[in-house]
């Protein structure tokens, strides 16, 4: 039985975890940007969700479309500003950008903010759904019904929006999308926005379900949405979002088993085996060799 | 960098401590700036060289420094003995990470190393009781001991690393010229060409990696004497992770030169940002600082300071690249 409550706590979380990671697939899908800011999208979302509640008494699950687009303009900006330099070609230079990065929104949050983690105490309070033994909060079902809400959105978009076919088209060959008449800067501003908007709206996601806020957290988030990706496989962005229901088991399973100050260790390890052996991950295309 | 120009050099630094306006902090802040410097110029030797761009060498450096403190406080071995442990227990891991992840290229190398290092981080906060968990493993104190390789003052330990970062200084010339460096640069420059020419790419690859993370750990064991403590994050972390490549960064990727200049600019940089915070009363203006340089010369300026210099002199004389 605790098994079955691991598992089943492994995928509501998880779910979220895979909402962030489909933003990080998405731009290193089409842009093969390695955006290792993600995670500190996904704190600025946090602190939208946790202002919104502490501030002005909006319950987070509300403050989830507002993150979605203020992170996404931020994200736009951010193309705009540095990103746009070093579209198609992950390098090391692309990386070191998105790392300072990191570190400025880290440190910014930290003299805004205060170094404090903060958890929110909303309506959605201890209130939870009891199936026998098993132990499911209204919070992480709600969170996980938001994602699972993204995910058919964003396999929508992808599918059937003109933009999303633009999108795919620009990853397919940017060269090929251009010379078709489409813009694949304009494109790109938009898949980065999309990018940097599911990070803001997991941030508010995972503040409605208490997840405590810290201006560090990112830095904790940042490789859950690396290792799901890769895990997804690179360039499949339905992929990730499995990704990152794998992890939250892992995470979920190892605490139950092992140690919950050690849940993310076998995940590194997951990575590093995912990378040696099967590097086109579970559903991706294209290969780390 | 002329032998005259590095002779005068290096005899400014050893005789800081008899300057006029020299002090304790003066000479703790150079032997600060030559531990960074000492590891850039390590890190300079896989990544530089090899192209090998490692995020993970926080994990050598937290295996030089905890093994150096382990067998100090449990077996009451002298780090002058304890340092050689210290880098074979590296190499050895960096053999490890070169065989998992040898294969992978460029970016998913670094990814892969540095996901390596955050694991260590969190078992290091894991297993408390040889590790000290949060708050670090402390070496005991001995007063002046050089046996220990412990002084009250810095002085001693500002030989101790001018040491070690000219003997990296010539050492990185010298394996530039040797035919295991021309090897390692065929590799960065272009595999498959390197591999038709019949270097062994994968033996050269894993060779360089232990090289440096055998010099990254003597650094570990120089960093745990002169502070006394190491924790996960300073070793381990993600930040440290960054640190270590803003040297050569900085200075220059590959050269002999460029980790020197690049780290003394760096430290002079978050010293001045470290009295502005401290003016300003906010915490965290120096890493905000080592953020926007470090976005502002990869963006502006990536071939670093000497390999800029290099394009602007040779642009000047008409030089076609």
């Given at each position: 039985?605790?098994?079955?409550?691991?598992?089943?706590?492994?995928?509501?979380?998880?779910?979220?975890?895979?909402?962030?990671?489909?933003?990080?697939?998405l731009a290193?899908?089409v842009m093969?940007i390695?955006?290792?800011?993600?995670?500190?999208?996904?704190?600025?979302?946090?602190?939208?969700?946790?202002?919104?509640?502490?501030?002005?008494?909006?319950?987070?699950?509300?403050?989830?479309?507002?993150?979605?687009?203020?992170?996404g303009a931020l994200g736009a900006g951010l193309y705009r500003l540095i990103y746009r330099r070093f579209v198609?070609?992950?390098?090391?230079?692309?990386?070191?950008?998105?790392?300072?990065?990191?570190?400025?929104?880290?440190?910014?949050?930290?003299?805004?903010?205060?170094?404090?983690?903060?958890?929110?105490?909303?309506?959605?309070?201890?209130?939870?759904?009891?199936?026998?033994?098993?132990?499911?909060?209204?919070?992480?079902?709600?969170?996980?019904?938001?994602?699972?809400?993204?995910?058919?959105?964003?396999?929508?978009?992808?599918?059937?929006?003109?933009w999303?076919?633009m999108i795919?088209?620009v990853a397919?060959?940017p060269?090929?999308?251009?010379?078709?008449?489409m813009n694949a800067q304009r494109v790109n501003i938009v898949a980065f926005a999309l990018s940097a908007g599911?990070?803001?709206?997991?941030?508010?996601?995972?503040?409605?379900?208490?997840?405590?806020?810290?201006?560090?957290?990112?830095?904790?988030?940042?490789?859950?949405?690396?290792?799901?990706?890769?895990?997804?496989?690179?360039?499949?962005?339905?992929?990730?979002?499995?990704?990152?229901?794998?992890?939250?088991?892992?995470?979920?399973?190892?605490?139950?088993?092992?140690?919950?100050?050690?849940?993310?260790?076998?995940?590194?390890?997951?990575?590093?085996?995912?990378?040696?052996?099967?590097?086109?991950?579970?559903?991706?295309?294209?290969?780390?060799? | 960098?002329?032998?005259?120009?590095?002779?005068?050099?290096?005899?400014?630094?050893?005789?800081?401590?008899?300057?006029?306006?020299?002090?304790?902090?003066?000479?703790?802040?150079?032997?600060?700036?030559?531990?960074?410097?000492?590891?850039?110029?390590?890190?300079?030797?896989?990544?530089?060289?090899?192209?090998?761009?490692?995020?993970?060498?926080?994990?050598?450096?937290?295996?030089?420094?905890?093994?150096?403190?382990?067998?100090?406080?449990?077996?009451?071995?002298?780090?002058?003995?304890?340092?050689?442990?210290?880098?074979?227990?590296?190499?050895?891991?960096?053999?490890?990470?070169?065989?998992?992840?040898?294969?992978?290229?460029?970016?998913?190398?670094?990814?892969?190393?540095?996901?390596?290092?955050?694991?260590?981080?969190?078992?290091?906060?894991?297993?408390?009781?040889?590790?000290?968990?949060?708050?670090?493993?402390?070496?005991?104190?001995?007063?002046?001991?050089?046996?220990?390789?412990?002084?009250?003052?810095?002085?001693?330990?500002?030989?101790?690393?001018?040491?070690?970062?000219?003997?990296?200084?010539?050492?990185?010339?010298?394996?530039?010229?040797?035919?295991?460096?021309?090897?390692?640069?065929?590799?960065?420059?272009?595999?498959?060409?390197?591999?038709?020419?019949?270097?062994?790419?994968?033996?050269?690859?894993?060779?360089?990696?232990?090289?440096?993370?055998?010099?990254?750990?003597?650094?570990?064991?120089?960093?745990?004497?002169?502070?006394?403590?190491?924790?996960?994050?300073?070793?381990?972390?993600?930040?440290?992770?960054?640190?270590?490549?803003?040297?050569?960064?900085?200075?220059?990727?590959?050269?002999?030169?460029?980790?020197?200049?690049?780290?003394?600019?760096?430290?002079?940089?978050?010293?001045?940002?470290?009295?502005?915070?401290?003016?300003?009363?906010?915490?965290?203006?120096?890493?905000?600082?080592?953020?926007?340089?470090?976005?502002?010369?990869?963006?502006?300026?990536?071939?670093?300071?000497?390999?800029?210099?290099?394009?602007?002199?040779?642009?000047?004389?008409?030089?076609?690249?």
């Amino acid at each position: 039985m605790e098994l079955v409550q691991a598992l089943l706590s492994g995928v509501l979380v998880g779910g979220v975890y895979g909402l962030f990671a489909m933003g990080f697939s998405l731009a290193f899908g089409v842009m093969r940007i390695v955006n290792f800011a993600h995670g500190e999208l996904v704190m600025i979302g946090m602190y939208v969700g946790f202002f919104a509640f502490s501030l002005a008494g909006i319950d987070p699950l509300l403050a989830v479309p507002v993150a979605l687009v203020l992170v996404g303009a931020l994200g736009a900006g951010l193309y705009r500003l540095i990103y746009r330099r070093f579209v198609g070609r992950a390098t090391l230079q692309q990386l070191l950008v998105a790392i300072a990065l990191a570190l400025v929104l880290q440190t910014l949050a930290q003299i805004l903010v205060g170094p404090d983690a903060h958890a929110v105490q909303s309506g959605w309070g201890s209130r939870f759904l009891l199936i026998g033994p098993i132990f499911l909060p209204y919070a992480e079902l709600a969170a996980f019904a938001v994602a699972l809400v993204c995910v058919v959105g964003i396999e929508l978009l992808l599918g059937r929006w003109r933009w999303g076919q633009m999108i795919r088209a620009v990853a397919d060959d940017p060269e090929i999308a251009e010379l078709v008449g489409m813009n694949a800067q304009r494109v790109n501003i938009v898949a980065f926005a999309l990018s940097a908007g599911l990070a803001g709206l997991a941030g508010a996601v995972l503040v409605m379900m208490y997840y405590p806020v810290s201006p560090v957290v990112g830095a904790t988030l940042m490789p859950i949405a690396l290792i799901a990706t890769v895990l997804g496989g690179l360039g499949s962005i339905g992929g990730a979002f499995i990704g990152g229901i794998l992890c939250g088991i892992v995470e979920q399973v190892t605490s139950l088993f092992w140690n919950a100050a050690l849940q993310d260790v076998p995940l590194y390890v997951l990575l590093l085996v995912i990378m040696a052996f099967l590097p086109q991950g579970l559903f991706g295309r294209q290969s780390a060799h | 960098m002329p032998a005259v120009l590095l002779v005068a050099l290096v005899a400014a630094v050893a005789t800081l401590p008899l300057w006029p306006f020299a002090n304790n902090y003066i000479v703790a802040l150079a032997v600060r700036t030559l531990l960074f410097i000492a590891l850039g110029q390590a890190w300079n030797v896989i990544a530089g060289i090899g192209g090998m761009l490692s995020l993970g060498h926080g994990l050598f450096f937290g295996l030089g420094a905890y093994a150096t403190g382990l067998l100090f406080n449990s077996f009451g071995l002298t780090p002058w003995l304890g340092l050689f442990p210290a880098m074979a227990i590296a190499a050895a891991a960096g053999l490890l990470v070169g065989l998992v992840t040898g294969h992978l290229r460029g970016i998913y190398f670094a990814l892969a190393t540095v996901v390596m290092s955050l694991a260590f981080e969190k078992l290091a906060r894991y297993f408390v009781d040889l590790t000290g968990g949060d708050t670090g493993l402390s070496v005991t104190f001995r007063g002046d001991a050089p046996w220990a390789m412990q002084w009250r003052g810095p002085t001693a330990f500002l030989f101790l690393s001018l040491a070690v970062v000219v003997i990296y200084y010539l050492a990185t010339r010298a394996i530039l010229r040797s035919r295991f460096g021309l090897e390692l640069q065929a590799v960065r420059d272009d595999e498959g060409a390197a591999a038709a020419s019949g270097v062994n790419t994968f033996r050269t690859k894993l060779l360089g990696l232990m090289l440096s993370a055998a010099m990254t750990a003597l650094v570990g064991t120089l960093y745990m004497q002169f502070y006394l403590n190491i924790d996960p994050s300073t070793a381990f972390g993600l930040f440290q992770a960054i640190q270590i490549q803003l040297p050569a960064l900085i200075g220059g990727l590959g050269t002999a030169g460029g980790p020197v200049i690049g780290g003394a600019l760096m430290i002079l940089v978050s010293e001045a940002a470290n009295i502005a915070s401290g003016k300003l009363n906010l915490q965290g203006v120096d890493v905000l600082i080592y953020g926007l340089v470090l976005l502002l010369v990869v963006m502006r300026a990536p071939l670093g300071i000497i390999g800029e210099w290099h394009r602007w002199t040779s642009r000047r004389a008409g030089g076609a690249r």
